[in-house]
């Protein structure tokens, strides 16, 4: 079964106290891995796709990589407007299979 | 405004009622899902549909029924809503299966 760990579960940072978000995932084999951004009351925003180990794509002060097992989501020196909750989603291989969640890491940043 | 929509913004009901949540895009993307975010389980797939007349079945689908006559338009209906279906429903596209998907602004939807 595909499964996508988060952690932690919640994170609280100063501003420009820079961190990583973890996305642990075990799947069959990987055929995408999602960052998304999630506001209180507010749909999920997509943020980056990753498709192979190796990988990374930069957004601003947002830094997402990839492994054959983790992703990490970078966050450099957060603003306070970064607080959000980031959601994690992987598609595995095998068929047509839709997208797995992970619980998402609510990120907090403190002025 | 191009994009994807949700109607509802809020619902309250009582159990046993029967509930339609609408949602409806403008991108003319061939799959559409719902998804339920409850505290301590994340974003569930609940049932999704890859052109009209096609649905199928994700993680949580009892108690739930789609259908999809039209590209744009995929309603969710809660037969008889029960309060475990309290709960935040999100509505999503994509050109694919293999494509990004874009979220609704999202309903919440309370069972008494």
């Known amino acids: 079964e595909d499964q996508v760990t988060q952690s932690p579960e919640a994170l609280r940072l100063q501003e420009g106290e820079s961190s990583s978000l973890n996305c642990s995932y075990t799947?069959?084999?990987?055929?995408?891995l999602f960052w998304y951004r999630q506001d209180p009351g507010k749909g999920p925003e997509f943020l980056f796709t990753l498709y192979s180990a190796g990988e990374e794509k930069e957004k601003e002060r947002l830094k997402a990589t990839l492994t054959k097992k983790e992703s990490f989501l970078h966050i450099t020196a957060p603003k306070p407007e970064d607080s959000a909750t980031y959601l994690c989603?992987?598609?595995?291989?095998?068929?047509?299979?839709?997208?797995?969640f992970g619980k998402g890491t609510r990120l907090s940043v403190i002025a | 405004d191009a994009g994807i929509t949700q109607s509802p913004r809020y619902k309250i009901t009582e159990t046993g009622r029967q509930v339609t949540l609408m949602c409806h895009q403008t991108?003319?993307?061939?799959?559409m899902f719902w998804y339920r975010q409850d505290l301590g389980h994340g974003l569930r797939l609940i049932y999704y549909s890859a052109a009209a007349d096609i649905t199928d079945k994700g993680e949580v689908p009892d108690g739930y029924v789609v259908s999809r006559s039209k590209t744009e338009n995929f309603p969710l209906t809660l037969e008889s809503a029960t309060r475990s279906q309290t709960s935040v429903y999100f509505c999503a596209s994509s050109e694919s299966i293999l494509r990004t998907q874009y979220f609704g602004p999202g309903t919440r939807l309370l069972v008494l």
């Open positions: 989603a992987v598609q595995a291989d095998s068929g047509n299979t839709p997208l797995v």
């Open positions: 991108w003319s993307h061939s799959y």
């Open positions: 799947v069959s084999g990987l055929r995408g």
